[in-house]
């Protein structure tokens, strides 16, 4: 006999339940997991869009959708890359990003602007397999059937190559010192504005077919090196041959005007505090998160991949042994000079991109711009969040900026009206925003001992 214990974990776990209706998979939760709160289910349904159409495109996203969860779009105006201005979606839900990067835009924009150039364009993907025999007699077959893998895609890369893209290059990788029998199919591909991860799946997939069928019907292999496990077909999201730099410069005088510090001082703190992040992990890791926070926000709203996006970044943050940051600064004959080069896969085409209605409102408020466009976009907004943040971290520090904005946060926890907020401003300009203080503060304007006794 099942104790209550059990009884009580069985009728939570639920089998079909993705074929229940919208309102079904909510009441069965609500059942389950919320003590049957007759008020949740008009909260969830408080997040649906009014308009049925919008909200079925969005239910159909993704799976098991019950309603939408809301993360603010910003705007950061002001950016000049390549002596073009953007006015730079960015949906994001952390407070003093979205400032933080326009502050950066302002203060670039008067002198020259950021500097943008994409590097190389190359994605890459693998066919990982498992093989048993000598490397010599795999390579003289792969070498003998590498046009065949061309030429059996050629339906799949037709529309690709129309478009200047297709497959670049295709080689075998001994793995076998790492991992007994372990070799790859290494290919190389150009998706132009696409993000790629179908087209080069779909490659893939069709390559390893093709290997297979051919080590088949070889007449030079013996049974034994006709033996080939395909362990998967997949695309890499580390793209470090996919690079895009971002740089801004100025002479070191205009980097401290109406400051008390001096440029030389502010420059010597800022190639100790990027310094600290190329040797220091610990640093690295909140100096480079910190990049991400502009670079991820811009990412989501143009309907990208940000996980793809920073795991990428931080591969490659890692790519000589130890995680660094992804900046670098330079001071040389009186010049500032500080850059990012990142590796990132964006596509304007394909994916969300047309899908989502936000996603097309960012792609059109950035001009439409194609992949490589948007790609220096964003790398230019993640160096801008990242001087923003190192400008603060070595002059104020980083709370001062913060605080106005966890002020608010506070205050609209608390209920606070439009008039109680400006006077909390004021009263909180000089001081630091403790949560205990603005608490009191709160309830002496209110005349109340304790914020229970507010009335909403
Ligand atoms: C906070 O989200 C990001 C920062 O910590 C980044 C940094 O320290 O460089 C401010």
């Given at each position: ?40 289910i ?64 302002s203060?670039?924009?008067?002198r ?7 590097l ?160 220091e ?8 998160k910190?990049?991400f ?6 990412v ?77 976009i ?5 160096l ?7 400008r ?34 004021i ?30």
């Amino acid at each position: 006999m099942p104790d209550n214990h059990d009884k009580m974990t069985d009728s939570k776990i639920i089998k079909g339940f993705s074929k229940l209706s919208k309102e079904a998979k909510m009441e069965w939760i609500i059942k389950e997991y919320l003590n049957n709160d007759a008020e949740a289910i008009d909260f969830l349904k408080s997040y649906w869009h009014p308009d049925k159409d919008k909200q079925k495109l969005h239910d159909e996203f993704i799976e098991n959708t019950i309603t939408n969860f809301y993360i603010p779009f910003g705007v950061a105006p002001n950016f000049k890359i390549n002596d073009k201005v953007y006015c730079v979606p960015m949906a994001i839900e952390e407070s003093s990003v979205v400032a933080a990067s326009a502050k950066s835009a302002s203060f670039w924009l008067q002198r020259g602007g950021f500097k943008a150039q994409v590097l190389s364009t190359i994605k890459i993907g693998h066919v990982h397999f498992a093989w048993y025999g000598k490397y010599e007699r795999l390579k003289a077959f792969f070498d003998k059937v590498k046009h065949k893998l061309f030429e059996g895609t050629e339906e799949l890369t037709a529309n690709m190559r129309a478009r200047g893209g297709g497959i670049l290059d295709i080689e075998l990788v001994n793995k076998s010192d790492l991992e007994p029998n372990y070799y790859q199919l290494m290919a190389k591909f150009e998706t132009c504005d696409s993000m790629g991860a179908n087209f080069i799946n779909s490659c893939l997939e069709e390559f390893s077919k093709i290997f297979q069928a051919e080590m088949e019907v070889d007449d030079e292999l013996n049974s034994d090196e006709k033996r080939i496990q395909v362990i998967m077909c997949i695309l890499s999201n580390y793209t470090p041959e996919c690079i895009v730099r971002s740089e801004v410069s100025c002479p070191i005088e205009q980097l401290t005007e109406g400051t008390d510090i001096t440029p030389e001082k502010f420059c010597e703190k800022f190639e100790q505090a990027i310094h600290v992040a190329q040797i220091e992990p610990y640093r690295a890791t909140t100096h480079n998160k910190g990049i991400f926070n502009g670079i991820d926000s811009v990412v989501i709203a143009t309907g990208n991949d940000f996980r793809a996006v920073e795991a990428c970044g931080h591969t490659y943050a890692a790519r000589d042994g130890q995680y660094r940051s992804l900046t670098n600064v330079e001071v040389k004959d009186g010049i500032f000079r500080f850059w990012i080069d990142i590796p990132m896969a964006l596509g304007t085409v394909g994916g969300l991109t047309k899908l989502h209605p936000m996603v097309s409102f960012a792609h059109k408020l950035l001009g439409n711009p194609n992949a490589e466009e948007l790609m220096m976009i964003t790398a230019t907004v993640g160096l801008a969040q990242n001087f923003g943040a190192i400008r603060s971290l070595v002059t104020t520090g980083i709370q001062k900026g913060h605080m106005k904005m966890h002020l608010l946060n506070i205050l609209n926890q608390l209920g606070a009206t439009e008039e109680e907020k400006t006077q909390a401003a004021i009263y909180f300009q000089d001081k630091v925003v403790a949560h205990k203080d603005v608490v009191n503060y709160f309830c002496s304007l209110r005349g109340i001992e304790s914020p229970d006794k507010v009335k909403k």
